[in-house]
Structures are given as C-alpha cells and as structure tokens.
C-alpha cells in the first residue's frame, strides 16, 4: 500500500520560509516523479512542483518560480518542498503527490495524471 505522508505547514508572516516534506512507504521516490499541489479554498487545485529525482528534472509553477525550491532525500524517501519569501496568497492546504503519468498532458502538473496522494499540511501566511 502507497501512502504519503506531509508534514512541516503552519503560520508563518508573509516575507517568510516554510519547508514541507512528503515521507512516502510503499512507493520509491527515486523511480518516479513527485509533485506538490496546493488548493485554496474555493479554487481548484494548483500544482506548484514536480521533481524526478532520477535524473533531477524540476518544474515550477509561475506563481512560485524563484521562492521555491523542490528537492529530495532518497536514502529517507522524502521530498521536500522549500517555500521562501511567503505571501498571503500562498496559503492553502499542500499536498504531495506521486505516480501516474505526469508527462502525459506535457505540464507535468496536472492533478489528474497522479495516482497518489498524501492527506495535506496546512500553511497559513498572515499579512
């Protein structure tokens, strides 16, 4: 059984750093792509980034070029998800995802490409 598991959200001011991370058991990060998504409530969900940490392969969401960074740790099988310079708008339960087919739509973004899912973390950013 895949199961992945968020940790690190919280309340953070704006202008701040948050570091999540996605723990994954039944699933080996290091063969596949893994991305985070976020959704706000009310919108849709958002992907933010995707990483193949086979060959290092990154992609980030315009709305956070620049003030994140994806990274992993494979001998933890743990993907990390470095949020800097935080802004209101950046708030929204984070979740990682993993599996599928990711390239399939050429974004490597697209929620409905994942097979996994983890439950979220919350990150809240006060103004």
């Known amino acids: 059984e895949v199961q992945l598991v968020e940790s690190g959200g919280g309340l953070v001011q704006a202008g701040g750093s948050l570091r999540l991370s996605c723990t994954a058991s039944g699933f080996t990060f290091a063969d596949d792509y893994i991305a985070w998504f976020r959704q706000a409530p009310g919108k849709e969900r958002e992907g933010v980034s995707c990483l193949s940490s086979g060959d290092g392969f990154t992609v980030y969401a315009d709305s956070v070029k620049g003030r994140a960074t994806i990274f992993s740790d494979n001998t933890k099988n743990t993907v990390y998800l470095q949020m800097n310079s935080l802004k209101p708008e950046d708030t929204a339960v984070y979740y990682c995802?993993?599996?599928?087919?990711?390239?399939?739509?050429?974004?490597?973004?697209?929620?409905?490409?994942?097979?996994?899912w983890g439950q979220g973390t919350q990150v809240t950013v006060s103004s």
């Open positions: 995802a993993a599996g599928g087919a990711p390239w399939y739509d050429g974004t490597y973004l697209s929620p409905d490409e994942y097979d996994y």
